[in-house]
Every structure is written in structure tokens, then in C-alpha cells.
């Protein structure tokens, strides 16, 4: 087999600031070992997200000349929209300025006081949107998705069994909807099969709950289905897109993720009593229903980037680059979550760096050696993110300590990942000389954004 090269050239380039070992040393101080506190520039590989961080086309880039800027019903809208309906086939969509804004509203109006919400995993944002309408967000995520070791096709699948067990133990009527994340971001980028998804859907019917897809990752979740699922080999991308939409009474999404766009997002809707509950809302936060926080040129982005994120030359090369670092670090015996996901490697932390217990948050030491050894930035999705204090002030660390290593589209190269792996590797050899940290100083919510840390 030939090598798969990225499926673009390169027309526009933007430099690469390099720093050395004993600058980032400083520069780390400086940031309080916290990668979020660094400046962008003093970073050279900056793995911190994939959301909005991807390299436009430059068929994008045409679109944005295009741009129809009118305050209502502009050509952009319907190019947008056309683009959305031709996935989702949903006839209500409305757009926001990202996924968040989509959550708001729709949690606005289906969350609230004793209600749930169930998941095979909610993304964060997700989540404190559901909690802040006082609904409750619940995760039911399959037994395999939460081993970090095994390799199984689809961890991103909902727990069906506990799925009909919840159901059998509430009034469905407080359920106010399920909502399956493709692929799971917050699980390893793992993607969910179409089996589960019908089976979800179909659960849901036999109670009326509504049922929706958080679609951030859409085409990397189909593609995972067309090469991991029976019966699918034949389909195109787009077309198991549509039938995936197909089952779902709508859908939020972010396209910062799988639309190629460098902000924006949409709520999709089949219901014509909800889509009007959520205009009336949009109005007050985001905008006229015809561009939702966006300008038209955003609109026109967002259109052309859904066509190009189903190209399969595209999502070959996308999650086979995923892969290819995975195998780089399996031929060292580096510890990371598997199979590799759609968006990002997940370096576990725990079982790299054992000699560091969780109350040292291993994951943040790990996203620190990884900077100061090659000037990447990962984030920590652990302890750090996610620990609790108990009545005792004791730390009730994350069940998982990860570093998320999560891949731009489109923006880097074959070297760039071929570097990524000689950092990791370089790491790993020396990681008993890699300390745990301490926090100094933290926030009540959200305190890895701006948490700061000394060595221990
Ligand atoms: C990014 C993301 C969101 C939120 O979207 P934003 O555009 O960042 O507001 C929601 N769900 C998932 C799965 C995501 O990855």
C-alpha cells in the first residue's frame, strides 16, 4: 500500500513561531504549568482543540467574498440552509453562532426543574446547559467505553440496557429527551454504531421521547460506520449521514467540528411548534432567524464546508492520521486510549505516569512535559477537569486521567504528526523524572481554564 498523502495542497501558509527547550521552561513558569495561560504563539504544535481550528478551503474562502451580509433572508441563508436540509432533511434550521448557543436553546425550552436528560455521553457544554435549566444530565455509556485498553468498534454506543432500565424507573414524561453524541467526544472520539442508534431511537419511540443527535462529529462517526459496520461497505458517507439524521427529531451542532468552519453552529428541528419556541429565543440571544448570530459570509462557510467534510479522500486521510500516530505510539508501548477516535489521541495519563497519584494530577504533568519537551499543547481531561472535593476537602479524582491530543483538520502534515510521536516518545522514556503538581490557586467552576500550579 502507498503512503496516504493529505488530499490538498497548500496555497496559503501562516509560520510556525519555534522557541527553545529553555524558553518554554520560562514560559511555562510563567503560565503557572497551566498550557492554557500560554500565549498561542509560544506554542509550535497546538493540539489544545479541533473546534474552529481547522484550515478553511479555498472554496471556503470564496464563499466568504460571497457573503450575502443582508440582516433578513439573505442568499446566504438559503445556501446554508439547503446544505443542512440535504443532510438532516429536517425542515426547521436555525442558526447560531456555535453549538453552545444551540444547547441554550433548546434546553431553554426542553430542560427545566425534574426533568432528564439522557446520553450515552454529554459533552461538558452540553451538560451545563441541561444542569442550568435545573433539568439533569445522565450518562449511560456502554461497559466497554469506559476501558481505556480495549479496542472495541464502537465505544461511543449508549447502554441500552440501562437506557430501558432508567426509563422503566421514571415517568417518561420527565424524560425530556435522549441525545446521542457522535462521535463521543468526551469518551475518546469513539464513534457509535447505526445499530445502536436505531435501537436508541426505537426505545424512544415506544415511550415518546424525543430523540436527537449532538452531530458535532457526524461525518467521522459515518465514516467509522461505513468501515466498522456491517452492511454499510457500499454506502457512501453522506448517504449513511442521512440515514443516521434520519432517525432523529433533531440535532445540534457546532461547525467548528465537522463543517470546517472557524465558528457557527445550527439546531435542526422536525417539530414545528418547538422550532418556533426556539426562534422566539434566538431572536432574544442570537439573532433574526436568518442568521442566528452569524454573518451571511459565516453562513456560506458552514454551507460549503458540510459538502466537503462527507469527501471519503478527506476522511481517510483524516482518521487514518489519527491512527498512524496510534501506531507509532503502540510500537513504544505508550499507553492511550483505544482504538484511536476521529479527532484526537487520548494519551492515558494514569498508566504513564504511575509513580503520580491522581492528587498530583498526572494528566496536567503530562500536558507540561509534552510542551517542554517539543512546545506541544495538549489539554488535561482528568482530575484537574474533573475532580471533586468531598465534605473533607479531599479530592475525588476523574475515574480516567487522559490527555487529549486533538487534531486540527486540515492544518497539519505528515511531519508535524511524525513529530508529535517523537515528543510523546522522547516523554515516555524519561517520565520518571517528570513531577507532580499542585494547585495554588483555583476557580469553583470550570478551574482548568485558569487553575495554576506548582511542582511537588
Ligand atoms: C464542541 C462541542 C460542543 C459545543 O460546541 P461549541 O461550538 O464549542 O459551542 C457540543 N458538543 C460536542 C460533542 C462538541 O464537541
Known amino acids: 500500500m502507498k503512503t496516504i498523502i493529505e488530499p490538498f495542497r497548500i496555497k496559503s501558509v501562516e509560520p510556525i513561531h519555534f522557541t527553545s527547550a529553555g524558553q518554554r521552561r520560562q514560559l511555562l513558569q510563567e503560565a503557572a504549568y497551566n498550557p492554557f495561560l500560554l500565549k498561542a504563539r509560544d506554542v509550535i504544535i497546538d493540539l489544545l482543540t479541533d473546534s474552529g481550528t481547522g484550515a478553511m478551503s479555498s472554496a471556503q474562502w470564496a464563499g466568504i467574498m460571497n457573503g450575502d451580509e443582508s440582516y433578513a433572508g439573505s442568499d446566504s441563508f438559503f445556501r446554508f440552509e ?30 427545566g426543574k425534574g426533568k432528564y436528560v439522557l446520553s450515552n455521553t454529554l459533552f461538558d457544554t452540553t451538560r451545563a446547559n441541561i444542569e442550568f435549566s435545573g433539568a439533569t444530565g445522565v450518562d449511560l455509556l456502554c461497559p466497554e467505553g469506559h476501558d481505556p485498553a480495549v479496542a472495541a468498534p464502537f465505544k461511543g454506543n449508549i447502554d441500552l440496557d440501562a437506557l430501558t432500565a432508567f426509563i422503566g424507573q421514571h415517568d417518561p414524561a420527565d424524560i425530556s429527551m435522549v441525545i446521542l453524541t457522535v462521535t463521543n467526544n468526551s469518551g475518546g472520539g469513539q464513534p457509535v454504531s447505526m445499530e445502536n442508534i436505531k435501537a436508541a431511537r426505537a426505545i424512544c419511540n415506544q415511550h415518546h421521547i424525543p430523540f436527537f443527535i449532538d452531530c458535532c462529529r457526524f461525518a467521522e462517526n459515518c465514516y467509522f460506520i461505513k468501515h466498522r459496520e456491517a452492511g454499510y461497505a457500499h454506502k457512501t458517507v453522506l448517504e449513511i449521514a442521512q440515514e443516521l439524521f434520519s432517525y432523529a427529531d433533531g440535532c445540534t451542532m457546532s461547525a467548528k467540528k465537522d463543517a470546517f ?22 431572536i432574544i440571544t442570537e439573532g433574526f432567524p436568518t442568521y442566528g448570530g452569524l454573518a451571511g459570509r459565516d453562513l456560506d462557510a458552514i454551507a460549503i464546508g458540510l459538502t466537503e467534510i462527507v469527501d471519503e479522500d478527506y476522511l481517510k486521510y483524516r482518521i487514518r492520521s489519527i491512527e ?78 487522559l490527555v487529549r491530543l486533538a487534531i486540527p483538520r486540515r492544518t497539519y502534515t505528515q511531519s508535524h504528526m511524525d513529530y508529535l510521536a517523537e515528543v510523546i516518545i522522547a516523554v515516555y522514556e524519561n517520565r520518571s523524572a517528570i513531577k507532580g503538581l499542585k494547585i495554588t490557586y483555583e476557580t469553583p467552576f470550570l478551574r482548568h481554564f485558569t487553575a495554576k500550579f506548582e511542582t511537588v
Open 82 to 111: 439547503e446544505a443542512v436540509r440535504n443532510l438532516t432533511a429536517m425542515p426547521y434550521i436555525i442558526p447560531v453562532h456555535q453549538g453552545r448557543a444551540a444547547e441554550k436553546i433548546l434546553f431553554t425550552v426542553k430542560g
Open 261 to 282: 468552519a472557524n465558528i457557527g453552529g445550527f439546531l435542526a428541528l422536525h417539530d414545528a411548534q418547538l422550532a418556533e419556541e426556539c426562534r422566539n429565543l434566538l
Open 324 to 401: 498512524y500516530i496510534g501506531e507509532k505510539l503502540e510500537s513504544h508501548n505508550i499507553p492511550f486510549l483505544k482504538p484511536t477516535g476521529g479527532h484526537a489521541i487520548y494519551l492515558d495519563a494514569k498508566a504513564f505516569l504511575d509513580h503520580i497519584p491522581a492528587h498530583q494530577y498526572p494528566g496536567q504533568a503530562l500536558s507540561c512535559a509534552l510542551y517542554l519537551e517539543g512546545g506541544v499543547r495538549g489539554v488535561e481531561i482528568g482530575s484537574v477537569m474533573f475532580g471533586k472535593y468531598d465534605a473533607d476537602g479531599k479530592l475525588t479524582p476523574s475515574a480516567m486521567e
